[in-house]
């Protein structure tokens, strides 16, 4: 499965246009289960644990919005100078997929995370 | 007044918003907003807008890697999107002091909420700076 997984990620690295960084983790626990990261001196580990604390802190602000719009969070994308964070979870809220990208093409982009976060969790859960 | 017409601009152009507000980024006060159905609730809303800013700001101070940190520093966009609805968060103004978010239900277009917000960004910034 982890060899599945690091050929995975390698290959939607080389698919998505000018990414930066990719990485599937488990929300739950915060690990990560795969990545590529052209960013020298970050550690994968950190990254992941930051990634799933965001996306919990996330979730818990929704809270504060009316409950019949806030809905349970399926994907965020920050945007910053010159770069694009998407972080995309499963329906089932067990893995995300997180790419960064130079690109601007944020359509492609939610394509492509999609289709491998489909694919990563066929390999991980097997459906 | 010109700023609150600027942000019901950018509601009608969208057509289906849940609420649009403008909040000082610093003290998370509302400036200005409305909501067709959700005005007793705009304070807790922007409170919620305000917190997610604030995660990525303090994402920013704890960064490690001074690219990250670099590239946390100009954040312009933050958009969220949950099984209900879609969340546009914006620091529009150069100095980042004041924050527009933008809620729609799910099924609006990404694309057409940000072409509805980009075609007034311009007076949008220009009102800001009024402020």
Redesign the interface.
Known sequence: MEEALKSLVQEMKNEIPDAIAVGIFSIKDGLILAHQFDIPGTDPNIASAVHANVFRTFERFLGLVPEEIAGSLKAITLSVEGAFFFILVDDEERLAIITATRSSNLGILRVLARKYLDKAVEIVFGS | MKFTEILKKIDESIGRC?FVVAFDLESGLPISGFSRQ?QD?LE??T??NK??ID??LK?QQQA??P??RA??K????????????T?VILLPRPDKKIAVAV?V??DVQL?WVKYSIQRHYDELVDALQEL
């Open positions: 849940y959700y609730s807790s809303i409170a919620a917190q997610m995660i990525v994402g490690r890697l690219v990250i590239a946390l100009n954040f312009k966009e933050l958009i969220l999107e949950t099984s209900k609805s969340f809620g239900p799910k694309g």
